[in-house]
Nanobody, 121 residues
């Protein structure tokens, strides 16, 4: 199971840090990622770390502003979000999968419950 936390309401230009803790397994050799879903839109990949080669992916619109990481124990993943914009608003989901290579929802089978991020202008 994955448990996400850290969402909230923030003004434009502000920062939020999301966390996602795994229970019953570790992320070692797993692909991990953060996805978001805005109202009326499909879930999209924001940032992922590939299970196959460890490469990090960022959606173009968040490059330089968001950072994905995990702790040394590989039980908690993070998404540090800086310089937030209104278009970053949505429900953010964490995900993990031992074969998660691409930052698309179909690659991941374990999902957190989602946490709301709202950026007000």
């Amino acid at each position: 199971q994955l448990q996400a936390s850290g969402g909230g309401l923030v003004q434009v230009g502000g920062s939020l840090s999301l966390s996602c803790t795994a229970s019953g397994f570790t992320f070692d050799d797993y692909g991990i990622g953060w996805f978001r879903q805005a109202p009326g839109k499909e879930r999209e990949g924001v940032s992922c770390i590939s299970s196959s080669d460890g490469r990090t992916y960022y959606k173009d619109s968040v490059k330089g502003r968001f950072t994905i990481s995990s702790d040394n124990a590989k039980t908690t993943m993070y998404l540090q979000m800086n310089s937030l914009k209104p278009e970053d608003t949505g429900v953010y989901y964490c995900a993990a999968d031992p074969t998660g290579s691409w930052c698309i929802p179909d690659e991941f089978r374990s999902w957190g419950q989602g946490t709301q991020v709202t950026v007000s202008s």
